[in-house]
């Protein structure tokens, strides 16, 4: 690089060493913008997948980056020994000063080794539910998910998360190690319902109607069981039984893709309404809240029911 310099300053002749560094600096930046702009139009022609291209535009950007910061470096350094003094200097200075963002870049670095998650995936991580679309050296985005909107529908926003949070706050992972999620529908039919007829009707939409995912997610256990200790003693589609104050409770539980969860959901339901809509089917009904009065005599008693 002193040689480089040399010679700039001999072909220039009038420019100082400063003078003759700045100007390579300058250089140098529009020579790395420019192999970012053949290399990202190369891919954007050369890829047709959107999860490929986006992985190779980012590791270009990455790698330019890197190149740019060390040949710059060698540029204002006279020699390794020098470089290696300001690159300590440098760090500790920016460690004080910059605080926030060297541990965003550190958050960076652990997304990227470790993968506590993808580009694609949908995580929870400070509250914050969304579906990743985004990494990068001080943030990550994702589109936002719940909130206002129900089963964890997209909302349409886009948040912003500091690398920094997966170091402060506990991170779920809807798709790493299994991925699928369990989904629940409580079904509640009254005590002088036939709750047996009701719950093989259950589990027979459950068995017709369901996502069929139980074959896809043992194998995904067992794929995973080196790297986790996850063990379901059922994947299959099942309907639980249990009491509750106004009637008899049938949840169906069942697995399903994250994002698929409020279809799923919709759809089954509108199995259950017309099954228990069917002739002959008089006794399978709802439980709801009602109220009973109770007249004896000239006194009325009111008795509520939750």
Not at 135 to 161: A, K, Y
Not at 229 to 254: E, F, H, Q
Request: proline residues 3%; aromatic residues 12%.
């Amino acid at each position: 690089m002193d040689a480089i310099i040399e010679w700039f300053q001999q072909f220039s002749g009038e420019l100082t060493e400063t003078q003759a560094k700045g100007f390579i600096t300058f250089l140098i930046i529009i020579l790395l913008w420019l192999l970012k702009r053949i290399f990202s139009r190369s891919v954007m022609k050369l890829q047709s997948d959107i999860s490929t291209r986006y992985t190779w535009r980012k590791s270009i950007n990455y790698g330019i980056y890197v190149i740019g910061i060390i040949a710059i470096a060698l540029t204002w350094s006279n020699h390794f020994g020098d470089f290696a003094t300001y690159l300590g200097l440098l760090s500790a200075g920016l460690a004080i000063a910059f605080q926030d963002p060297i541990v965003n870049i550190a958050g960076w670095y652990y997304i990227l080794m470790q993968r506590p998650f993808k580009v694609g995936d949908r995580i929870e991580v400070d509250n914050q539910v969304g579906d990743v679309i985004d990494i990068n050296l001080f943030q990550f985005s994702v589109v936002e998910v719940g909130n206002w909107v129900g089963d964890e529908q997209s909302t349409g926003r886009i948040i912003h998360i500091p690398n920094s949070k997966i170091f402060r706050s506990p991170l779920a992972n809807y798709n790493q190690g299994l991925d699928y999620i369990w989904n629940e529908i409580a079904v509640m039919v009254t005590f002088e319902s036939d709750w047996k007829k009701c719950k093989k009707s259950l589990e027979d939409i459950l068995k017709n109607s369901a996502p069929k995912v139980s074959d896809k997610a043992e194998k995904e256990l067992k794929e995973s069981s080196g790297k986790f200790l996850i063990y379901y003693d059922k994947v299959t589609p099942i309907v639980y039984t249990t009491v509750a104050d106004s009637g008899v409770v049938l949840t169906m539980r069942y697995l399903c893709p994250p994002k698929m969860r409020r279809t799923s959901t919709c759809h089954l339901w509108e199995e259950i309404l017309d099954k228990f809509n069917e002739p002959g089917n008089e006794d399978m009904d709802f439980a709801y809240p009602t109220r009973r009065a109770i007249a004896i005599g000239d006194i009325a008693n009111t008795v509520t029911g939750d």
